[in-house]
T-cell receptor, first 118, second 117 residues
Framework: GENVEQHPSTLSVQEGDSAVIKCTYS??????FPWYKQELGKRPQLIID?????GEKKDQRIAVTLNKTAKHFSLHITETQPEDSAVYFC?????????????????FGQGTILTVHP | ETGVTQTPRHLVMGMTNKKSLKCEQH?????MYWYKQSAKKPLELMFV???????ENNSVPSRFSPECPNSSHLFLHLHTLQPEDSALYLC????????????????FGAGSRLTVL
């Protein structure tokens, strides 16, 4: 099965700095790579995702890059703000099929606790 | 509210109790998932139901028993749990399709925080 490794486990930055979180995956068949943000006591929420036919995707201060050859992908947050403080999870997904329909099957990384100091 | 509702939000139970967690989604999705979130561990997939049929059981102990009566509701029945089962149990749902139609985009509920004494 798929195995996702995420680093670092904790990351502390000053407001305005950039933050980078890296993930590696093992299954070359995986074709979808989302990033979820989970604030304390809240549900994980999708913040950005990338599909295997794209090398980079950007949404305002957040960007994700994918290197399929090396099987790794990264989350980049620029101009960090205190409200970016949260746990960030990467995931990798292929597809499973059952009964003629398909559904997603995500394997998550261990999570990174990001703290942005004012 | 994101459309996936979990109840109860908090549950404390003894090892001999029987309780159930409930999940309901109003998004018209056809796949529903149970994940376990423990401290310092990745989100662990427990079960997947696709169109009410169980398609994944990730070697989960039989003291956890899922039930999916329809595509909108998912239950997790708990009995004779162990203290190490204490965790946040997250329900999620997704539409069916392919990667380009967003079939693997999960919408999570807020979770049920379970404490086993």
């Amino acid at each position: 099965g798929e195995n996702v490794e995420q680093h670092p486990s904790t990351l502390s930055v000053q407001e305005g700095d950039s933050a980078v979180i890296k993930c590696t995956y093992s299954d070359s068949a995986s074709n979808y790579f989302p990033w979820y943000k989970q604030e304390l006591g809240k549900r994980p929420q999708l913040i950005i995702d990338i599909r295997s036919n794209v090398g980079e995707k950007k949404d305002q201060r957040i960007a994700v890059t994918l290197n399929k050859t090396a099987k790794h992908f990264s989350l980049h947050i620029t101009e960090t703000q205190p409200e970016d403080s949260a746990v960030y999870f990467c995931a990798a997904s292929g597809f499973a099929n059952a009964g003629g329909t398909s559904y997603g099957k995500l394997t998550f990384g261990q999570g990174t606790i990001l703290t942005v100091h004012p | 509210e994101t459309g996936v509702t979990q109840t109860p939000r908090h549950l404390v139970m003894g090892m001999t109790n029987k309780k159930s967690l409930k999940c309901e989604q109003h998004l018209g999705h056809n796949a529903m998932y149970w994940y376990k979130q423990s401290a310092k561990k990745p989100l662990e997939l427990m079960f997947v139901y696709n169109f009410k049929e169980q398609t994944e059981n990730n070697s989960v102990p039989s003291r956890f028993s899922p039930e999916c009566p329809n595509s909108s509701h998912l239950f997790l029945h708990l009995h004779t749990l162990q203290p190490e089962d204490s965790a946040l149990y997250l329900c999620a749902s997704s539409r069916q399709g392919n990667v380009y139609s967003g079939a693997n985009v999960l919408t999570f509920g807020a979770g049920s925080r379970l404490t086993v004494l």
